[in-house]
């Protein structure tokens, strides 16, 4: 294919990404992730993935699109905006920015679902499957070398005048198209998110230890939280943000413009008191179709009762 032909489809799904409603999109070679290898096995090696033995699964395909989706030729990344307009109350319990509205995976598979309408109808017979944190695909990676942002200290993907409040997904397509490069690192000499992080998860620059995370134990762990962590989870009940709160890009950050997104005033206005006295009815209200049903109620209820003094 002319690489002029190239260009013009990728600008055609590039102006329907953001009429979707995504704040970027960018596009790489599907092709085996070289650098990511010896990275992922190190990091699998020393366990810091804790209980979260599916990141062990499907090695293979995690560093390689083609052994995923057969005849894939192109990895469509795609970034989408979830930092709100209104914030939780400050004495409150925490939780993390993303699980306030409906959950993502929903919300972003059916903007996926269209694009690749899209892209079969304006361009034809295009076979493809879309991914949203639900597959063995390595999103920030892809991201990074789809130039959208590069991975910061925090293990994050940054972007310049932007942040780092979105979420990352994927299209993976059997369709040759115009890749982009990727971006320099603008993380500097900064450390704010690693002087930060309230229980040291962020073991050196680049490097999280997944299993000393907040996010970690309060949505992955199934167990009971350990007691050598108490005091230490600054309020947080579900996930932590306290990484990206700190990051200097974030000060650029610009609330989402997705309806589904928008929280249950009760999620914003609640006091402590009012959490620790939540109920099941209470919370299958609250978080109807949020990703905080991930930790079920016996799972938040374990994590305030860990939180309180």
């Not at 490069?181 to 002087?195: Q, R």
């Not at 006295?277 to 799972?299: H, M, Q, W, Y």
Request: with cysteine.
């Amino acid at each position: 294919m002319k690489d002029s032909i190239k260009k013009i489809y990728s600008d055609l799904i590039k102006a329907e990404a953001k009429r979707l409603g995504f704040m970027s999109c960018g596009i790489s070679k599907a092709e085996f992730l070289e650098q990511e290898a010896p990275r992922l096995e190190n990091w699998l090696n020393q366990n810091m993935h804790g209980e979260m033995s599916y990141m062990e699964n499907h090695f293979d395909k995690r560093l390689d699109p083609t052994k995923l989706v057969d005849g894939s030729k192109s990895v469509v990344s795609l970034l989408l905006n979830y930092y709100p307009s209104e914030l939780q109350r400050e004495d409150s319990f925490k939780i993390s920015k993303y699980a306030y509205g409906t959950d993502y995976h929903f919300v972003i598979k059916e903007k996926l679902k269209l694009l690749l309408q899209f892209i079969q109808q304006e361009i034809g017979e295009v076979a493809g499957r879309a991914f949203v944190d639900s597959a063995p695909v390595l999103d920030k990676a892809w991201a990074a070398k789809s130039g959208l942002g590069w991975i910061g200290k925090n293990s994050n993907l940054l972007t310049k005048q932007v942040g780092s409040f979105y979420f990352i997904a994927e299209l993976i397509v059997d369709l040759e198209l115009d890749y982009d490069t990727p971006v320099t690192d603008h993380c500097g000499s900064c450390t704010a998110c690693i002087d930060a992080c309230p229980t040291q998860a962020i073991v050196e620059p680049y490097k999280v230890d997944g299993s000393k995370c907040i996010s970690y134990f309060t949505i992955e762990l199934k167990n009971e939280l350990p007691n050598s962590y108490k005091d230490q989870f600054d309020d947080w009940m579900f996930g932590c943000d306290v990484c990206q709160d700190v990051c200097p890009w974030n000060k650029f950050s610009k609330a989402h413009s997705e309806p589904l997104f928008d929280p249950n005033p009760q999620l914003l206005n609640n006091s402590k008191k009012e959490w620790e006295e939540l109920t099941k009815e209470t919370f299958d209200e609250i978080f109807k179709k949020s990703a905080v049903k991930r930790t079920k109620f016996e799972g938040l209820k374990r994590n305030i009762d860990f939180l309180k003094v």
